[in-house]
């Protein structure tokens, strides 16, 4: 994997959101303030306009770099600094490295969690974004420390994701805007952990794409 494969997993994001834009806005106003869609479309298509722009000698992790900023600066929901900062932080972990292999991705994308985590404060089970990324996650990483290969560990990361998200039906929220509303936030499926889910498809989409 290598700087193309990071370019279709944005694109693929890109085109996933834009297409669940108003379910994602819809799912955000019954918890929220109904911006979710609206947030996440704008913030990947800037992604998409830096990255066309970005030189295409730039490795990965200088990629995810340059997506993660972006979103921090054109999302002003909470969801842009958290998903930026995801970004940035897989980008760094990736470093300057032209190409990178299955457990690199893993710890890329336990580097976005942490980051995650470290700026929402929020554990599992809080009716957020990481109900589906930390499965996702962690499930890659079992997989492939089972001895997977990549191609079966992403689909089970996925399918781990997608549990995650609907799991936060039943949830009370307590981080996050959705937390307002006490026990009324129980009966609805997260937008955050829904539009993430999104993003470990399109990632799975991505590399399997490429190989
Ligand atoms: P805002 O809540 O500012 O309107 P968005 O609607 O774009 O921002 O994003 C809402 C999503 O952000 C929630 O559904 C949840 O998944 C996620 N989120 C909110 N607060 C946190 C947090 N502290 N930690 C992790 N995720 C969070
Ligand atoms: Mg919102």
Do not use: C
């Not at 979103?71 to 190409?99: F, H, K, N, Q």
């Amino acid at each position: 994997m290598d700087a193309g494969t990071v370019r279709s997993w944005m694109s693929a994001s890109a085109a996933a959101i834009r297409e669940q834009r108003d379910y994602l806005t819809q799912l955000d106003a019954a918890i929220g303030d109904a911006d979710h869609g609206a947030n996440m479309d704008r913030g990947f298509t800037a992604v998409l306009e830096q990255l066309d722009a970005a030189e295409a000698s730039q490795p990965p992790g200088k990629l995810l770099l340059t997506a993660g900023s972006t979103l921090v600066s054109t999302v002003g929901g909470a969801s842009g600094p958290l998903w930026g900062t995801a970004l940035r932080r897989a980008g760094r972990a990736l470093g300057e490295e032209v190409e990178f292999d299955g457990p690199q991705l893993a710890a890329a994308l336990e580097a976005a969690l942490g980051g995650v985590v470290e700026l929402g404060a929020a554990a599992e089970g809080e009716k957020t974004m990481v109900d589906s990324l930390a499965p996702a996650v962690r499930t890659l990483r079992e997989q492939l420390a089972g001895g997977s290969e990549l191609g079966p560990a992403l689909a089970a990361a996925r399918a781990a994701s997608e549990e995650g998200m609907r799991a936060t039906v039943p949830l009370q929220a307590t981080k996050g805007r959705a937390s307002y509303l006490g026990e009324r936030s129980i009966g609805h499926q997260d937008p955050g952990a829904t539009s993430t889910a999104l993003i470990v498809a399109a990632l799975e989409q991505a590399i399997s794409r490429g190989a």
